[in-house]
């Protein structure tokens, strides 16, 4: 099933968080990874006492179109790009959408699984459209004997990707750049090298990811490559829960990486950083099982996990670099260093984790949120998890420590038409009661975040929609490498991503999304938006924190997708800072091939997901929000 076509950054993140950067949700088999079989998949309403009282599927017929629809191509030499193409995009394979439903031939034929068949379609990035549907092709009356043809039908993205992430401020400044293959061969596997650049992170590397390990259901991702000061590698196989109802889930990984973790300070619109170099290691295996029927789902799940974060020479090692020539960095004076000491205590752990869930889910379908036309799959309803970790005595190091993890997550959605509204809220701790390295005890690494998004989709303005944003992370007594800023593509936009740095944040965000249905609405799809935004950051006790006050953007841009009806969205937007500091970085060209802001970028705080280090949810086993 699924697994999500990472960006650079996307990779940057779970490096950090020592977790492969895949998100996948497998379909239905053992967990042994046996081929495709839908009847080990108990439907919803249907028993084998009661045989099958809707009747029987006995044909699947799969439709797989490519990316332009022939009858959508214009005349002339508009017509050149996408008859092109068509020409040279391998088409996803019908054997590979088939095995990609929860039924087959000779199953009961019930409404909810061809529903949540197409819902794990849709979720492959490779995937611009996808309707699955049942046609009752006999002629009786009674329900019992009724015979069913299902039919799939799908278009294509264009898979093979060139992507950048560019800002423009005092001069181009190239932040990533991405050869990719998202399907290759027409079976759902990416491939992809990137060169990520971005301040102190600086990726050059490689992925691999699969979702059918050797046929299997098992999903495999791999990735490695080359930092500024050594090397990163991961590896996670796993098989997540299938859609709403898949019952069992599994994972083992493992990843090894050296990096910086970047400081900022100085000045709005000319910052320096102060790098600490880290060693982050991981080995992980978790398994879980889901109870109850879709709509009520209750989890249980059991982490083991063994996390050592080192500071390699610390402080010796600690650099600065002036501006952004991260090529020519200096030794940073002792008072530098000695202000990131107390974030380079936070040692090694293995711990045992009990993993608990409830998920009260239902769908809906709305269109033009985070893409221009494209559909998405909208949770509604409640989904909860707590994650309680204890460490194992003995765990095998003389930094090992003694303390007591907890993780919660909530997350809770309505849409009432016209309006689709989210939270999510998560925080997350250890009760610290020994240390060897300091006499230190209590609450320690509390790190909390919450958003708040709002759409609103009016019908006297068919074309727009607006959205409105509240977002909030921060940090308490953190003993390990943890900075956030207010400016950046998340942010307060008119601020680069390293200006105004503290351990307190809070944004808000509104935006005007407007679709024109013009020039070429049959090609490629073509909009554009208006957004401002206004936050406040606070020092929290982290290295170089300072109080923001308020400060303000506005902002303006275009945004493209292509084919029509992608649910991919390129953005250029152009922002301004308003108020204290306004002039300091003058007009931010920003270039993005992902919206970030919304639930297609996720609700996680990426500078805070950079500082997660423990433990895992029963949430890793369900589709990325």
Same mark, same amino acid.
């Given at each position: 099933?699924?697994?999500?076509?990472?960006?650079?950054?996307?990779?940057?993140?779970?490096?950090?968080?020592?977790?492969?950067?895949?998100?996948?949700?497998?379909?239905?088999?053992?967990?042994?990874?046996? &081929?495709?079989?839908?009847?080990?998949?108990?439907?919803?309403?249907?028993?084998?006492?009661?045989?099958?009282?809707?009747?029987?599927?006995?044909?699947? =017929?799969?439709?797989?179109?490519?990316?332009?629809?022939?009858?959508?191509?214009?005349?002339?030499?508009?017509? @050149?790009?996408?008859?092109?193409?068509?020409?040279?995009?391998?088409?996803?394979?019908?054997?590979?959408?088939?095995?990609?439903?929860?039924?087959?031939?000779?199953?009961?034929?019930?409404?909810?699984?061809?529903?949540?068949?197409?819902?794990?379609?849709?979720? !492959?990035?490779?995937?611009?459209?996808?309707?699955?549907?049942?046609?009752?092709?006999?002629?009786?009356?009674?329900?019992?004997?009724?015979? @069913?043809?299902?039919?799939?039908?799908?278009?294509?993205? @264009?898979?093979?990707?060139v992507e950048i992430t560019a800002e423009f401020?005092?001069?181009?400044? /190239?932040?990533?750049?991405?050869?990719?293959?998202?399907? +290759?061969?027409?079976?759902?596997?990416?491939?992809?090298?990137?060169?990520? =650049?971005?301040?102190?992170?600086?990726?050059?590397?490689?992925?691999?990811?699969?979702?059918?390990?050797?046929?299997?259901?098992?999903?495999?991702?791999?990735?490695? %490559?080359?930092?500024?000061?050594?090397?990163?590698?991961?590896?996670?196989? $796993?098989?997540?829960?299938?859609?709403?109802?898949?019952?069992?889930? @599994?994972?083992?990984?493992?990843?090894?990486?050296?990096?910086?973790?970047?400081?900022?300070?100085? =000045?709005?619109?000319?910052?320096?950083?102060?790098?600490?170099?880290?060693?982050?290691?991981?080995?992980?295996?978790?398994? $879980?099982?889901?109870?109850?029927?879709?709509?009520?789902?209750?989890?249980?799940?059991?982490?083991?996990?063994?996390?050592?974060?080192?500071?390699?020479?610390?402080?010796?090692?600690?650099?600065?670099?002036?501006?952004?020539?991260?090529?020519?960095?200096?030794?940073a004076r002792p008072e530098v260093a000695e202000?990131?000491?107390?974030?380079?205590?936070?040692?090694?752990?293995?711990?045992?984790? +009990?993993?608990?869930?409830?998920?009260?889910?239902?769908?809906?379908?709305?269109?033009?949120?985070? $893409?221009?036309?494209?559909? &998405?799959?909208?949770?509604?309803?409640?989904?909860?998890?707590?994650?309680?970790?204890?460490?194992?005595?003995?765990? %095998?190091?003389?930094?090992?420590?003694?303390?007591?993890?907890?993780?919660?997550?909530? !997350?809770?959605?309505?849409?009432?038409?016209?309006?689709?509204?989210?939270?999510?809220?998560?925080?997350?701790?250890?009760?610290?009661?020994?240390?060897?390295?300091?006499?230190?005890?209590?609450?320690?690494?509390?790190?909390?975040?919450?958003?708040?998004?709002?759409?609103? &989709?009016?019908?006297?303005?068919?074309?727009?929609?607006?959205?409105?944003?509240?977002?909030?992370? %921060?940090g308490w007594s953190v003993d390990l490498p943890?900075?956030?800023?207010?400016?950046?593509?998340?942010?307060?936009?008119?601020?680069?991503?390293?200006? +105004?740095?503290?351990?307190?944040?809070?944004?808000?965000?509104?935006?005007?999304?407007?679709?024109?249905?013009?020039?070429?609405?049959?090609?490629?799809?073509?909009?554009?938006? /208006?957004?401002?935004?206004?936050?406040?950051?606070?020092?929290?006790?982290?290295?170089?924190?300072?109080?923001?006050?308020?400060?303000?953007?506005?902002?303006?841009?275009?945004?493209?997708?292509?084919?029509?009806?992608?649910?991919?969205?390129?953005?250029?937007?152009?922002?301004?800072?308003?108020?204290?500091?306004?002039?300091?970085?003058?007009?931010?060209?920003?270039?993005?091939?992902?919206?970030?802001?919304?639930?297609?970028?996720?609700?996680?705080?990426? &500078?805070?997901?950079?500082?997660?280090?423990?433990?895992?949810?029963?949430?890793?086993?369900?589709?990325?929000?």
């Open positions: 099933m699924p697994i999500r076509a990472l960006t650079p950054l996307d990779l940057h993140l779970r490096i950090a968080l020592s977790v492969v950067a895949v998100v996948m949700a497998a379909p239905p088999g053992s967990l042994a990874g046996a &081929q495709t079989d839908a009847r080990a998949i108990a439907p919803p309403d249907v028993g084998a006492v009661n045989g099958c009282p809707r009747g029987t599927i006995t044909e699947i =017929e799969v439709r797989n179109g490519t990316v332009v629809a022939e009858d959508e191509i214009p005349d002339g030499v508009l017509g @050149w790009g996408p008859r092109l193409a068509n020409r040279v995009h391998i088409r996803t394979r019908r054997g590979f959408l088939r095995s990609e439903l929860l039924v087959t031939e000779g199953d009961c034929y019930d409404p909810f699984l061809i529903e949540d068949s197409e819902r794990i379609i849709r979720r !492959y990035g490779f995937i611009s459209s996808v309707e699955v549907f049942a046609v009752r092709i006999d002629e009786g009356e009674e329900d019992e004997s009724a015979r @069913w043809r299902v039919v799939v039908e799908t278009s294509d993205e @264009w898979s093979t990707r401020d005092n001069g181009l400044d /190239l932040r990533s750049a991405a050869l990719a293959e998202t399907n +290759l061969l027409g079976r759902g596997m990416t491939v992809r090298g990137f060169l990520l =650049e971005d301040d102190a992170a600086r990726l050059l590397g490689a992925q691999f990811a699969t979702p059918r390990l050797l046929g299997s259901r098992a999903n495999l991702g791999l990735s490695f %490559g080359t930092t500024r000061i050594g090397e990163f590698r991961s590896v996670e196989v $796993a098989f997540p829960f299938v859609g709403e109802v898949g019952t069992w889930a @599994w994972q083992l990984g493992a990843s090894d990486a050296e990096d910086y973790f970047a400081y900022a300070f100085g =000045e709005t619109g000319s910052p320096s950083f102060a790098l600490l170099p880290t060693r982050d290691r991981s080995v992980s295996a978790t398994v $879980a099982r889901r109870f109850g029927n879709p709509g009520s789902l209750s989890i249980v799940g059991v982490n083991l996990a063994r996390e050592t974060l080192d500071f390699p020479g610390y402080p010796e090692t600690v650099d600065i670099v002036e501006g952004r020539a991260f090529d020519e960095t200096e030794t202000e990131l000491r107390g974030q380079t205590r936070f040692g090694a752990g293995t711990r045992v984790s +009990l993993l608990l869930g409830q998920r009260n889910i239902d769908f809906v379908q709305r269109t033009g949120l985070d $893409a221009l036309r494209g559909v &998405q799959d909208v949770e509604v309803g409640t989904d909860i998890s707590l994650s309680l970790g204890r460490t194992v005595r003995g765990g %095998g190091g003389d930094r090992d420590v003694s303390d007591m993890f907890v993780r919660l997550r909530y !997350y809770g959605a309505t849409a009432p038409a016209p309006w689709v509204v989210v939270s999510n809220i998560s925080l997350e701790g250890r009760q610290l009661f020994f240390d060897p390295s300091a006499d230190r005890s209590g609450w320690r690494d509390v790190l909390a975040e919450f958003d708040l998004l709002a759409y609103w &989709q009016p019908a006297s303005l068919p074309r727009h929609t607006l959205l409105a944003r509240l977002s909030g992370a %921060g943890y900075q956030l800023t207010l400016g950046g593509r998340r942010g307060v936009r008119g601020f680069d991503s390293a200006d +105004l740095p503290g351990g307190r944040r809070v944004v808000l965000t509104l935006e005007d999304r407007v679709y024109f249905g013009w020039p070429f609405r049959e090609t490629f799809d073509l909009g554009a938006t /208006l957004f401002a935004d206004v936050g406040r950051i606070w020092p929290g006790n982290v290295p170089f924190g300072v109080d923001s006050g308020w400060r303000g953007t506005v902002g303006a841009g275009l945004r493209f997708g292509f084919p029509t009806g992608s649910r991919g969205v390129v953005r250029l937007d152009l922002a301004h800072a308003v108020g204290p500091e306004a002039g300091r970085n003058g007009l931010i060209l920003r270039i993005a091939a992902v919206d970030l802001i919304g639930l297609a970028g996720g609700l996680a705080d990426t &500078q805070l997901v950079r500082s997660i280090r423990i433990g895992t949810g029963v949430d890793r086993f369900t589709p990325a929000r």
